[in-house]
């Protein structure tokens, strides 16, 4: 159950205990779900789905947010 | 932060882009500030409705770091998220799709660049993600050149604004080719904005006065010695150039004609 799982967030390989859901993700990385998009191996997760989003090894995720910008 | 001036409302002279209405004709920018504290006085001072925004990766070492939505509320100001950094159509549709996400709307802003140090827009990839994000669904505000073949093309497309560029992007430089903006502005139905070149309130007063929709600017003010004072300087600009577009200006002529009557003259 507790096998670790490597994901590639922003780029950066990153190793977790499993299973591990996205939004369980979400809060260890310690983010405001309502200020952040995820995109999922290049599909965006819908915030509503961070729930029952189950993140797999080699998975690659994207987490991005508005910054300043003309 | 800095004290502001009240925001200041024209005559009531909306304007209406993609079927959301707007009192402001100016759009700024939220680059390259001193900090998110000034970037917010400036908004503000500025009187924009609508602020252009960027989609970056979250920096996971810093995560509790301040973020933009915390200094300018986006139920309040309209965020309309950027391609910039995009040098492709797919870049540009990935990352609008992370920004409506984000966001929740689908109102953006498409620029597709050339490389420096001209970033220059490049049309052909400009054209291509304008069709992929339409498709999509997205409301495409489109940075283009002033190119009236090109901008004909977007506009059948699809595409709800047209926003030739003035002069290079951060230059400064103010219009370089006002009649070439005239042209676009004469072939076109679409709200038509000066996105890029703006340098100071003159700038942006000559964009309203040719009769454009709107401005839209981010350098100006970011990179003045006092954004603030240049935020005031031109929402009163883009007022004041609107004003005289409405008003129509008085002919030009080669002589003199003077103001005061030559009749009564004493002797």
């Known amino acids: 159950m507790a096998d670790p799982i490597t994901l590639s967030l922003n780029g950066e390989p990153r190793a977790l205990p499993g299973p591990l859901r996205l939004a369980e993700l979400i809060a260890q990385l310690g983010l405001d779900t309502r200020k952040v998009a995820v995109e999922r191996n290049r599909a965006i997760v819908p915030r509503s789905a961070y729930d029952t989003t189950r993140l797999a090894d080699g998975d690659a995720l994207e987490i991005v947010h508005f910054i300043g910008g003309g | ?200 309130a003159s700038d942006a007063a000559i964009a309203m006065e040719l009769g454009c929709t709107a401005v839209l600017l981010n350098s100006a003010i970011a990179h003045a010695t006092d954004p603030i004072l240049m935020a005031r300087a031109m929402q009163h600009a883009v007022q004041a150039g609107r004003l005289a577009w409405r008003a129509g200006r008085m002919p030009r002529r080669l002589g003199a004609d003077p103001s005061s009557p030559l009749t009564g003259l004493i002797r």
């Open chain 2, 1 to 200: 932060m800095d004290a502001v001036e009240p925001r200041v409302v024209g005559d009531d002279d909306p304007w209406t882009v993609a079927g959301r209405t707007f009192r402001s004709r100016l759009i700024v920018g939220t680059g390259k500030y001193a900090s998110l504290e000034q970037t917010a006085a400036a908004i503000e001072a500025s009187g924009a409705e609508i602020v252009t925004v960027a989609v970056r990766r979250v920096n996971l070492a810093d995560p509790g770091a301040p973020m933009l939505q915390d200094f300018v509320d986006p139920k309040r100001i309209t965020y309309l998220p950027n391609t910039a950094g995009c040098h492709t159509a797919d870049d540009a549709v990935r990352t609008l799709r992370l920004a409506r996400e984000a966001g929740g709307w689908n109102l953006v802003k498409l620029e597709v660049l050339g490389p420096p140090p001209h970033l220059y827009p490049d049309m052909a990839a400009t054209l291509a993600a304008a069709e992929a994000l339409i498709r999509d669904g997205f409301e495409v505000m489109v940075y283009c050149s002033d190119d009236p073949i090109y901008a004909r093309r977007l506009e059948d497309l699809g595409c709800v604004a047209i926003m030739p560029l003035g002069a290079p992007i951060g230059s400064g430089l103010g219009l370089q080719n006002p009649a070439m903006i005239h042209l676009l502005l004469q072939q076109t139905s679409l709200p038509l904005l000066v996105d890029a070149g703006v340098g100071t």
